[in-house]
């Protein structure tokens, strides 16, 4: 059974956990993490992309010489694509990228996420993640304490004091146990959970 090294807010080890082998404890699915991870960065487009065809470029009404016998080429445009100031072959235009996935493809890439990073030792578990004002220098001074990096801090709830105390730290984030990403996951190299969060996460994806 995976187990996890359990810290105070003084970046003290107080003792260990053992995470669930339901949700921390299964083979890692690549694959799935892989198709996940690609569904969040298609989603997150914005897909505002847009270029000019030949039929929306201004000009080009006139036929720049005639059919026969200049020698040269038979052009009907200035706006054909292969003139400069020309419109553009297949033009991007504004489009949605989004699509969904199947809920137990995206369970199982977030089981396969956690547990990749249980088995590395990169859960850290918080007995409580609590600040009594919003300072980053205590944030600060818990990861370098614990040797957390770039890190993902889970919470049970919205926690404001320690979102604004995170929020100036680069690489950090946080978020609440209910609504994990896995690309935030894979894209950490630490997890700082809270005992409180962690519970939940066993108890909702289990």
């Known amino acids: 059974m995976p187990k996890a090294n359990v810290f105070n807010m003084a970046g003290q ?34 897909g505002t992309q847009s270029a000019l065809t030949r039929a929306e470029v201004s000009g080009g009404g006139i036929k720049p010489w005639r059919q026969k016998g200049t020698g040269r080429a038979r052009q ?52 409580e993640l609590k600040l009594e004002s919003i300072k980053t220098k205590t944030v600060k001074d818990l990861m370098n304490n614990v040797g957390a990096t770039k890190s993902v801090f889970i919470t049970p709830e919205v926690n404001e004091t320690l979102v604004k105390s995170a929020r100036n730290i680069p690489g950090v984030i946080t978020t609440t146990a209910k609504i994990l990403s896995v690309y935030d996951i894979v894209n950490a190299k630490q997890l700082v959970i809270d005992k409180a969060a962690l519970a939940i996460i066993e108890e909702v994806f289990a």
């Open 13 to 46: 080890q107080v003792g260990e956990i053992e995470l669930s082998e339901a949700v921390f404890g299964i083979e890692p699915n690549q694959a799935v993490v892989h198709e996940v991870v690609k569904n969040h960065l298609a989603n997150c487009r914005q």
């Open 76 to 127: 009907g445009s200035t706006r054909a694509p292969q003139w400069t100031h020309g419109g553009i072959v297949f033009a991007p235009k504004p489009r949605d990228y989004s699509y969904t996935l199947n809920k137990k493809v995206k369970r199982l890439a977030l089981k396969s996420a956690l547990s990749a990073k249980a088995a590395e030792g990169a859960v850290l578990v918080v007995d």
